[in-house]
């Protein structure tokens, strides 16, 4: 069965300092992943996916992260963080048979001033 | 409207009673997911359809909660008899087929 783990429940940044959210995934055959976002009482908005192709994958709002295949993990990552950047964020993962997509506990990201 | 719509947006019900949430999936998308997120909390699974396959059930909790999708489109998810532990908000999400998931709003479930 696929899983995804979300170690961190949360992370704290101050703003304009990197931020690094991280995500391990097990999953049969070749991954599709995605990372999503939560604001406060909205819906969840995808961020942005990795299919094949570049191990580095641009997002929306500044957002990027890193395909490790070795390492089976895909990390979300941003520069300079802002304090409208605090949100819930959700990795998740799909096997390549299309079958249904798993989600990861979510991470909360606080930053600061 | 082009979103994913969810109704209602808000349901309070006693212990005991039936609830039937409903979703609108974006028009042509092949897949619908129900997940259920209790107080800003991890999203858990509960059921998908895709395309006219045997639906994936196996994270309905209970006997009591049941979907269905007729005509390949409008979802309902129905909840017998809720409990308190039933009170969380409920999330449908539709996709074509490999595409990233389409969000609705959800439907907050509050049982008393």
């Known amino acids: 069965a696929q899983s995804v783990a979300q170690p961190e429940d949360q992370v704290n940044v101050a703003e304009g300092n990197p931020l690094t959210v991280k995500c391990t995934y097990s999953?049969?055959?070749?991954?599709?992943l995605f990372w999503y976002v939560q604001y406060p009482n909205r819906g969840l908005q995808f961020l942005l996916k990795?299919?094949?192709?570049?191990?580095l994958v641009k997002g929306s709002y500044g957002f990027e992260a890193e395909f490790n295949k070795s390492q089976t993990s895909f990390h979300l990552k941003k520069p300079s963080a802002l304090v409208s950047d605090s949100a819930l964020y959700f990795c998740?993962?799909?096997?390549?048979?299309?079958?249904?997509?798993?989600f990861g506990g979510g991470t909360r990201l606080m930053v600061k001033p | 409207g082009a979103g994913v719509s969810q109704s209602p947006s808000n349901k309070v019900t006693e212990k005991g009673k039936d609830v039937e949430l409903r979703c609108d999936p974006i028009?042509?998308?092949?897949?619908l997911y129900w997940y259920r997120q209790s107080l800003g909390q991890g999203l858990e699974f509960l059921i998908y359809?895709?395309?006219?396959?045997?639906?994936?059930k196996s994270g309905l909790p209970s006997d009591r909660f049941s979907a269905e999708r007729t005509g390949g489109s409008v979802s309902t998810l129905t909840i017998q008899r809720t409990q308190q532990e039933d009170s969380a908000v409920y999330l449908c999400?539709?996709?074509?087929?490999?595409?990233?998931?389409?969000f609705g709003n959800g439907t907050r479930l509050t049982v008393t």
């Open positions: 999400a539709s996709s074509l087929d490999l595409a990233p998931l389409h």
């Open positions: 999953v049969s055959g070749n991954p599709y």
């Open positions: 990795y299919i094949t192709g570049d191990n």
């Open positions: 998740a993962v799909r096997d390549n048979a299309g079958n249904m997509l798993t």
């Open positions: 028009s042509g998308h092949t897949a």
């Open positions: 359809f895709q395309g006219n396959s045997a639906p994936d």
